[in-house]
């Protein structure tokens, strides 16, 4: 409830941020685009996680207009980046279930496109398969309008629940994200890394591209590339920052 209290005041205050995480393409050693990573400050207190706040505001309801900021804010960050002449490559937004649920979901991401004057493939929107506990035809035809404006589809956390398949069948996903305890089990478990390739694979048979998340270490960095993934995103190359222009432009060897 305090929670509560708080995100809906700080909704109106202007206490949220978004950071920026980038990702880095493995054949080519270049920065590709970002996630953007939401912040909560209230003020005379720390700054609160998203993994504390999110659940409350989903199951408040609240998450439906914090979701809205998010996403206006991030096309905010896409439309000045174009303004600025700064290549920074796609922005990456994660959205909760509940607000993807919403009856005017697809119709609040086209107009933040356009009130931003937006190419549409320059936003991806980053689901977990949590999208589709209640009705995957439902979620189907929702991707189906996503994928029609254009937007890319990204199916995050995979491997950290069910990973159920027939999700990568029945939806248009772009993108697969590696869940971070994935790709850390790459470094410590063959059978990890056998699955990885044959995840990937498949990936690439469905012309998803594969992202590598929470990559730590040097020897995560190479089991990735080893296993095929396509890009890499985590501390050992830039934590998420306030501002993208600080993270490297390019991925250090190895
Ligand atoms: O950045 P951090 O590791 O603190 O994020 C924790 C969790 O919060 C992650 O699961 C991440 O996907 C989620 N998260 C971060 N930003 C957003 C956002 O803007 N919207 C939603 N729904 N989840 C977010
Ligand atoms: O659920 P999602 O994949 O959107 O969550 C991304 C979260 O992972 C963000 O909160 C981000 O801060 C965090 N993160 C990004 N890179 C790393 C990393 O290398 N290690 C760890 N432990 N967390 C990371
Ligand atoms: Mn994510
Ligand atoms: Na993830």
Redesign the pocket.
């Known amino acids: 409830l305090l929670i509560e209290h708080g995100l809906r005041a700080a909704l109106g205050r202007g206490e949220f941020s978004l ?1 920026h995480q980038p990702q880095y393409e493995l054949r080519t050693g270049a920065r590709v685009g970002f996630e ?3 912040r909560w400050q209230p003020p005379g207190a720390p700054p609160v ?3 504390t706040f ?1 659940a409350a505001a989903e199951d408040s309801g609240l ?1 439906v207009p ?2 809205a900021w ?1 996403l206006d804010a991030a096309c905010g960050v896409l439309a000045a980046w174009r303004r600025e002449g700064r290549d920074f490559g796609r922005l990456a ?4 279930p509940v ?1 993807f649920a919403q009856e005017g979901f697809v119709a609040a991401v086209q107009s933040a496109l356009a009130r931003h004057h937006l190419d549409p493939g320059s936003l991806e929107l ?1 689901l977990t398969e949590r999208v589709v506990v209640r009705d995957l035809g439902a979620a189907a035809r929702q991707f189906g309008a996503l994928r029609d404006l254009g937007v890319r589809l990204a199916l ?2 995979f491997g950290a629940g069910a990973a159920n398949l027939n999700l990568l069948l029945r939806l248009p996903f772009d993108t697969l994200k590696l869940d971070r305890a994935l790709v850390a089990a790459l470094t410590t478990s063959d059978s990890a890394a056998r699955v990885v390739g044959a995840v990937r694979a498949l990936a690439h048979e469905l012309r998803l591209e594969v992202v590598a998340e929470g990559v730590e270490t040097p020897a995560q960095l190479a089991a990735a590339r080893a296993a095929g993934c396509d890009r890499v995103q985590g501390y050992l190359a830039a934590r ?1 920052t306030p501002r993208p222009q600080d993270t490297p432009t390019r991925l250090s060897a190895p």
């Open positions: 950071h953007a990573l939401l996680s998203p993994a999110i998450i914090v979701g998010v937004v994660n959205v909760s607000q980053e995050d956390d998420p």
